[in-house]
């Protein structure tokens, strides 16, 4: 098992690259899209993983699964840094 700082470590160094792939000079719109734009592109990315899933053998198909889920998790950081990201209520710091 992955500790939970480990997990949100994979995912900053995914944003982290991220940023350095979109930006006003790489992409028309910068790296800045709408929550239905963001969705459009995680479903991209879900079906991308079910077929990892689904056409290789493992242990393969779950590590292509996992660096694939570590994109779509940042993809979803990246939608609430620009869409907002309200909390779950009574889970607050």
Known sequence: ???REE???AIDSERAYQD?????DTT???GTHTVTEWLVF???YLTEAVHQSSRQPEPKASED????LRKIAA???ACMEQNGAPPRKGFEK
Do not use: F, I, P
């Not at 350095?20 to 006003?24: A, E, F, G, H, S």
């Open 1 to 3: 098992m992955t500790r």
């Open 7 to 9: 997990v949100y470590q």
């Open 20 to 24: 350095t792939r979109w930006y006003k």
């Open 28 to 30: 028309a719109s910068g």
């Open 42 to 44: 995680v479903q991209d």
């Open 65 to 68: 699964v996992l660096h694939t």
């Open 75 to 77: 993809m979803c950081v």
